[in-house]
């Protein structure tokens, strides 16, 4: 069984770089086809993708983002760290890890329960 | 970037009814479309794969149609445990992108 867990600072000054990190379990991401992705929600808002790495490291980043995001996995860890650089009040939302699965066409088949990040002064 | 446009953005429905949310993608997208589930305060699931496949644990009720550029999601009959917001995704290319989310209220 594939789990997944996020972890992080639940608030964050604006300007300052965010850093989560997503344990996960039940999958390597050294195995063929292994990806994680993120994905956030500000209140009451839809879902926005934000980043996926893949087994082999290639990296893709949400177009509108991807100056500020970075995304590293450590597989002897089981574990991928995001980061998004100068945090503004905007980026306030419930921010997830997900599994996607190996075979196409992919989907997120398993979530982290979200971690809840304010960015306030 | 693929957009994708959900229909309704709400709609309120009884237990029993048929309940029927559309996905438009701006450009084709073959059958690369998922169908999320997010009940208030808990991480969306996975409900429909490959626009049509419905992903282990499912009830049988819901089910998805489409490919190309227009997708629906079906609920054949309303049960309480379905009041929740769906959201539409697309994994046909990178960035991948979401809908806007319907939420299904009881009516």
């Known amino acids: 069984q594939i789990t997944l867990k996020e972890s992080g600072p639940t608030l964050v000054k604006p300007t300052q770089t965010l850093t989560l990190t997503c344990t996960f379990s039940?999958?390597?991401?050294?195995?063929?086809?292994?990806?994680v992705g993120w994905i956030r929600q500000p209140p009451r808002r839809a879902l926005e993708w934000l980043a996926l790495?893949?087994?082999?490291?290639?990296?893709r980043y949400n177009s509108s983002l991807q100056n500020r995001l970075t995304i590293i996995k450590d597989t002897s860890k089981n574990q991928v760290v995001f980061m998004m650089a100068n945090m503004d009040p905007v980026d306030t939302a419930t921010y997830y890890c997900?599994?996607?699965?190996?075979?196409?066409?992919?989907?997120?088949?398993?979530w982290g329960q979200g971690t809840v990040v304010t960015v306030s002064s | 970037d693929i957009q994708l446009t959900q229909s309704p953005p709400s709609l309120s429905a009884s237990v029993g009814d048929r309940v029927t949310i559309t996905c438009r993608a701006s450009?084709?997208?073959?059958?690369?479309l998922n169908w999320y589930q997010q009940k208030p305060g808990k991480a969306p699931s996975l409900l429909i794969y490959a626009a049509s496949s419905l992903q282990n644990g499912v009830p049988s009720r819901f089910s998805g149609s489409g490919s190309g550029t227009d997708f629906t999601l079906t609920i054949s009959s309303l049960q309480p445990e379905d009041f929740a917001t769906y959201s539409c995704?697309?994994?046909?290319?990178?960035?991948?992108?979401f809908g806007q989310g319907t939420r299904v209220e009881i009516k």
């Open positions: 450009q084709t997208i073959g059958n690369y």
């Open positions: 995704q697309q994994s046909y290319s990178t960035p991948r992108t």
């Open positions: 790495i893949y087994w082999n490291d290639d990296k």
């Open positions: 039940g999958f390597s991401l050294s195995a063929n086809g292994e990806s």
């Open positions: 997900a599994h996607q699965t190996r075979l196409e066409p992919r989907a997120f088949d398993f």
